[in-house]
């Protein structure tokens, strides 16, 4: 019985079944604009080499770059308004202190006329409201170069996103053409991930189980690859099939067809 249970299995492992997958880039990126705007240049020539650092659509950034310089220059104002402001916030705090004491020393004074008491109380006011109108203003020039950060930070995203580049992926589609304005979420390029590669098969139930411990044969050679994911909920195109995917090294060719067999150890 023993010997026809190990022929059996023999026979199963010698005549695994066999998938056909394509070696395809580990991913394809689709590249969509953040911003808005007219397409100056796109540089068609890197269609299928791979990218830099260098921009290979440039959008129209101009008015993007010179509000940019205005608020670098609006928050170098106003950062002295508020240092000037903080000087005389600190003058006034002394004035300030000076006032509440000689208004002190006189408030009991019987010999202090009433016109003289209340001419002092009234500089004191107005001394008091100098000072926290002061601090008023400071707060507001605050919350301005707040909103400039703000919009800074944003025109500094704007004309950087403005210059699409994307290094180490290889170029395979440019969607635009110079002379097109563009928008939020427009679809720009396609880009393709090949530092490494990816085999993707459809299993039958039966070879799902420990799948992830057989062994892998690339077109019948036995390769230390494993599989690297596995979805164990059946497939929407191929019923009652389980999608399981091998990354392997980054090839020369990539989209040729290759067998893939899972055999036991």
Same mark, same amino acid.
């Given at each position: 019985?023993?010997?026809?249970?190990?022929?059996?299995?023999?026979?199963?492992?010698?005549?695994?079944?066999?998938?056909?997958?394509?070696?395809?880039?580990?991913?394809?990126?689709?590249?969509?604009?953040?911003?808005?705007?007219?397409?100056?240049?796109?540089?068609?020539?890197?269609?299928?080499?791979?990218?830099?650092?260098?921009?290979?659509?440039?959008?129209?950034?101009?008015?993007?770059?010179?509000?940019?310089?205005?608020?670098?220059?609006?928050?170098?104002?106003?950062?002295?308004?508020?240092?000037?402001?903080?000087?005389?916030?600190?003058?006034?705090?002394?004035?300030?202190?000076?006032?509440?004491?000689?208004? !002190?020393? @006189?408030?009991? $004074?019987?010999?202090?006329?009433?016109?003289? *008491?209340? &001419?002092?109380? #009234?500089?004191?006011? +107005?001394?008091?409201?100098?000072?926290?109108?002061?601090? !008023?203003? @400071?707060?507001? $020039?605050?919350?301005?170069?707040?909103?400039? *950060?703000? &919009?800074?930070? #944003?025109?500094?995203? +704007?004309?950087?996103?403005?210059?699409?580049?994307?290094?180490?992926?290889?170029?395979?589609?440019?969607?635009?053409?110079?002379?097109?304005?563009?928008?939020?979420?427009?679809?720009?390029?396609?880009?393709?991930?090949?530092?490494?590669?990816?085999?993707?098969?459809?299993?039958?139930?039966?070879?799902?189980?420990?799948?992830?411990?057989?062994?892998?044969?690339?077109?019948?050679?036995?390769?230390?690859?494993?599989?690297?994911?596995?979805?164990?909920?059946?497939?929407?195109?191929?019923?009652?099939?389980?999608?399981?995917?091998?990354?392997?090294?980054?090839?020369?060719?990539?989209?040729?067809?290759?067998?893939?067999?899972?055999?036991?150890?």
């Amino acid at each position: 019985m023993k010997i026809l249970i190990t022929l059996f299995l023999m026979f199963t492992f010698s005549f695994a079944k066999v998938y056909y997958s394509k070696v395809e880039p580990y991913e394809f990126r689709a590249i969509s604009s953040n911003v808005s705007g007219l397409v100056l240049f796109t540089d068609d020539n890197k269609i299928g080499h791979k990218l830099s650092s260098k921009a290979y659509i440039l959008i129209d950034a101009k008015l993007d770059s010179k509000e940019l310089i205005f608020t670098e220059e609006k928050l170098k104002y106003l950062r002295k308004i508020v240092k000037v402001n903080k000087n005389v916030l600190t003058n006034l705090d002394k004035s300030l202190s000076k006032k509440r004491q000689n208004y !002190k020393k @006189i408030e009991d $004074l019987e010999f202090k006329s009433v016109v003289e *008491k209340d &001419r002092e109380y #009234y500089e004191l006011v +107005s001394s008091e409201n100098s000072y926290l109108n002061t601090q !008023k203003e @400071i707060q507001n $020039l605050n919350v301005q170069i707040a909103d400039l *950060k703000l &919009r800074k930070a #944003y025109l500094q995203r +704007s004309v950087k996103d403005k210059s699409v580049s994307n290094n180490g992926f290889v170029l395979y589609e440019i969607l635009v053409k110079v002379g097109q304005v563009v928008g939020m979420s427009t679809p720009l390029a396609k880009v393709a991930d090949i530092s490494r590669a990816k085999l993707t098969i459809y299993l039958d139930e039966m070879d799902v189980r420990d799948a992830k411990s057989k062994v892998v044969y690339i077109d019948g050679k036995k390769t230390s690859y494993k599989i690297s994911r596995m979805l164990n909920i059946a497939d929407k195109k191929n019923i009652s099939k389980y999608k399981a995917q091998i990354i392997i090294k980054s090839p020369k060719l990539f989209s040729k067809l290759v067998s893939v067999e899972l055999r036991a150890r």
